[in-house]
């Protein structure tokens, strides 16, 4: 069962525009974090907000966290051609920590 | 050298052979896991194990089996293979802060069962 669902599942754009991907939730949560996967590759941690946090920033990237709507987003801004990857939102249950995954948004930044 | 490594990295197999997968780490966690990846879906929970004498099982455990050999190793056993096990296996660490757990991946290993 998956607790994240991001959106949207695919997004396309031009390189050095800004991408804003979407991950909803089912239940309360100790923070939520992104990870990015290159193709067929093994996932990396971008950014981790916990549940007092509304916002996030690390280099690029924003993340943002609204705990009353169980949804987060992730902005990555001025892209560029090595950003196209599958981005992934896990949340970590205050029931177990265990972390749930959405299925992800696949992100292809054309040059 | 890699933090978190798969062995191996492609498997093409038979319905009913006994397959293992391996994962080593140089780390230092004490937190292992292993998950599979199915096109189309996130992540899925197989096993994951705290420590060395802590075994736990996941959302989809049926069908699998893990030993946790050492700190640095988790090896993942499919007893008899089947096709629906078709999918790209990870490993994963995480040290033994319970609030963030943020971890950390090798680089999967591509398991066919024909």
């Known amino acids: 069962s998956q607790q994240g669902e991001e959106d949207p599942q695919a997004l396309s754009i031009q390189e050095g525009e800004n991408a804003t991907m979407n991950c909803s939730y089912k239940?309360?949560?100790?923070?939520l974090q992104w990870y990015r996967q290159n193709s067929g590759r093994g996932l990396v941690h971008l950014i981790l907000i916990r549940s007092n946090e509304r916002e996030k920033h690390s280099g690029r990237l924003r993340v943002t966290l609204d705990t009353s709507k169980k949804s987060s987003s992730l902005l990555i801004t001025a892209s560029r051609a090595a950003d196209t990857a599958s981005y992934f939102c896990a949340t970590a249950p205050y029931s177990n920590y265990q972390l749930i995954w959405g299925a992800g948004t696949k992100l292809i930044i054309k040059p | 050298d890699a933090d978190v490594t798969q062995t191996p990295r492609n498997r093409i197999t038979k319905t009913g052979k006994r397959i293992m997968l391996e994962c080593s780490q140089t780390?230092?966690?004490?937190?292992m896991y292993w998950y599979r990846q199915d096109p189309g879906l996130g992540l899925r929970l197989i096993y994951y194990?705290?420590?060395?004498?802590?075994?736990n099982k996941g959302e989809i455990s049926d069908g699998y089996s893990v030993s946790r050999q050492a700190q640095a190793k988790f090896s993942l056993s499919l007893e008899s293979a089947i096709p629906n096990q078709t999918a790209l296996y990870f490993c994963?660490?995480?040290?033994?802060?319970?609030?963030?757990?943020?971890?950390?991946f090798g680089p999967g290993t591509r398991l066919t069962v024909l």
């Open positions: 239940t309360s949560i100790n923070n």
């Open positions: 194990s705290f420590d060395v004498k802590d075994i």
């Open positions: 780390k230092g966690h004490d937190r």
């Open positions: 994963a660490t995480s040290d033994t802060d319970r609030i963030t757990d943020t971890q950390y």
